[in-house]
C-alpha cells in the first residue's frame, strides 16, 4: 500500500514514524519531508501548499491513501482534489478546514450553537477597531482571522500593545490579507489544555490531552512560538472534566459542523481554557498540533493507518484506537533568535545516541541533508526530542537527558517543560 503523507515538519516525521509500524508494512512518501523523514520514507520535492502539483502526483505516482497534516493545503481543498480522483484521503474538506482557516467563522459557529466561548467582537475597518480597544477591559486578544503560520494571535496587556497590534495587523499588513479581518476577543484565564482527536464526523475519539508550551522563555516568557515543548496527559483535565468537555464542546462541535453543510473528518484540535465559570474554546485547528502529535503519537499502542483509513471510510467506531498509560513529554530544540530572525545550515550532532535512549524519539522539523550528506539545520524548530516513561516526572527527566546529547551552533531549548504540570499549580 502506498501512502503519502503532505508536509515537512516534526508532526509529519511523528505521523510517520507510528505509520512505520503499522502492520499493514506500507510503502511510505512525504511530500517534501525533510533531513529525517528521508530515513523513513521516500521525499518529493513539491510543496505542500501546491496543492495541484500534490493532487497530480499522487494520481500518476499511484498512491492508495495520502494523509494531509498541515493547515494551508487543507484549507485549500487538497482532499477535496484527492477525493475528485478517486484517491482515498485524510483530512477535511476545504468547507470543514474553516473551522482554523477563519476565525471569525469558528466564533460565530460557536456562539450559533452554544459552545463556550469568550466574548469578541469583529472588525474589518481599523478605525472602529482602535476605538474599541480605547475602552475595552484589559488584557485583551487580538487575532488575525485567517492563518498566519501560528503566529496571528497577540496577547495585548496595554492599550498601546492592543493598538500596535491592530495597527500591525490591518494597516502594515504584517500577516497579508489573514489579517485584513480581526477578532478582538475576551481575555480568558485558567489552565490551558490541547485535545486531539480522531472523528469521522460521527464518530469522535479523543487523544490523551496536552499541555503546550508557547512562549520562547522559560517561565513562559517571550515571543509566541509555534511550541516549544508539549507534556501528555494534562493533570489539569481529569476523566470527569474531559466527559463534561465531550457534552458541551466536541459532539456539538460535530453537531454544528454538520448542521453547516461542512460535516468535520480528520483530526479535530480543540484548545481550551479551564476558565472560573468553566471550560471555554479558545481555538479550533482542524489538524494535528505541532508539537502536540510529537507527544501523543508516540503513546499510541494500536494501528495508525488503520484508524486513519476508518475515518476515511466513515467507520470509525469499528477502529481499535488504544493509547498507553503513560506519560510523554517533547522537549523543542529551537534555532538562537527563533521565533524571529536566525541561521540555518548549522551542523547537527547527537541524534543518534539520543535516539538510541530507551523509549526516546527525535523527530526532525527544521533539518535538511547538505550536499555531502550531513544533516544541518533549515528552520526555527528544529527538532522535537520525546521521551516516554510511565510516569511524567521519568518522561521529563529522560526527554532532558536525551536532549542533552544534541549540539548545533545557536541551540536554544526551554529548560521548563513539564514544570507546571508537575507543580499543578494552575489545577
Known amino acids: 500500500m502506498k501512502v503519502l503523507v503532505v508536509g515537512g515538519g516534526g508532526r509529519e516525521h511523528a505521523i510517520l514514524t507510528a505509520l512505520a509500524r503499522s502492520p499493514r508494512k506500507p510503502e511510505l512518501y512525504c511530500a517534501p519531508g525533510n533531513g529525517g523523514i528521508a530515513a523513513l520514507a521516500t521525499c518529493v520535492p513539491i510543496a505542500a501548499e501546491d496543492v495541484q502539483a500534490i493532487a497530480d502526483y499522487a494520481a500518476t505516482a499511484g498512491m492508495d491513501f495520502v494523509v494531509v497534516a498541515p493547515d494551508m493545503p487543507l484549507c485549500l481543498g487538497l482532499c477535496d482534489l484527492l477525493r475528485a480522483r478517486g484517491i482515498p484521503a485524510f483530512g ?113 475519539a479523543p487523544m490523551p490531552s496536552g499541555m503546550d508550551h508557547k512562549r520562547a522563555l522559560d517561565g513562559d516568557h517571550g515571543l ?119 541561521a540555518k545550515g548549522m551542523p547537527i550532532q547527537g541524534t543518534a545516541d539520543a535516539a538510541a535512549m530507551d523509549g526516546v524519539q527525535v523527530f526532525h522539523a527544521g533539518t535538511a541533508l547538505d550536499a555531502s550528506g550531513a544533516l544541518v539545520t533549515s528552520g526555527g524548530r528544529v527538532l522535537g526530542v520525546t521521551a516516554v516513561r510511565g510516569t511524567l516526572q521519568a518522561a521529563v527527566d529522560a526527554a532532558y537527558a536525551a536532549a542533552d546529547h544534541i549540539s548545533f551552533a545557536g541551540m536554544h531549548l526551554r529548560r521548563d517543560i513539564g514544570a507546571r504540570a508537575l507543580a499543578a499549580q494552575s489545577c
Open 92 to 204: 477535511p474538506s476545504g468547507a470543514a478546514a474553516r473551522i482554523e482557516g477563519s476565525k471569525v467563522f469558528a466564533k460565530e459557529l460557536m456562539l450559533r450553537y452554544g459552545i463556550p466561548t469568550g466574548a469578541s467582537a469583529v472588525f474589518t475597518d481599523m478605525a472602529q477597531a482602535l476605538a474599541y480597544v480605547r475602552t475595552a477591559p484589559m488584557p485583551t486578544v487580538v487575532k488575525a482571522d485567517g492563518l498566519a503560520y501560528g503566529k496571528g494571535v497577540v496577547i495585548c496587556q496595554t492599550r498601546e500593545a492592543a493598538e500596535a497590534a491592530v495597527r500591525e495587523m490591518m494597516e502594515q499588513g504584517v500577516f497579508g490579507e489573514s489579517g485584513r479581518r480581526i477578532l478582538i476577543e475576551e481575555f480568558l484565564t485558567g489552565p490551558e489544555v490541547s485535545v486531539l482527536a480522531f472523528t469521522d464526523g460521527q464518530t469522535l
Open 224 to 342: 509566541n512560538t509555534g511550541g516549544m515543548g508539549v507534556i501528555a496527559p494534562n493533570p489539569c483535565y481529569p476523566p470527569e472534566l474531559a466527559a463534561q468537555c465531550m457534552e458541551s464542546i466536541f459532539l456539538p462541535t460535530l453537531y454544528a459542523m454538520a448542521a453547516e453543510g461542512c460535516p468535520f473528518a480528520g483530526c479535530l484540535y480543540v484548545g481550551l481554557m479551564l476558565t472560573p465559570s468553566g471550560p471555554k474554546v479558545i481555538e479550533y485547528n482542524c489538524r494535528f498540533g505541532d508539537p502536540e502529535a510529537q507527544a501523543v503519537l508516540p503513546l499510541l499502542e494500536s494501528d495508525l493507518l488503520s484508524i486513519l483509513l476508518h475515518v476515511s471510510q466513515g467507520t470509525l467506531h469499528q477502529a481499535d484506537v488504544r493509547f498507553s498509560g503513560g506519560a510523554s513529554c517533547c522537549v523543542v530544540l529551537a534555532s538562537g533568535g527563533y521565533p524571529g530572525a536566525f
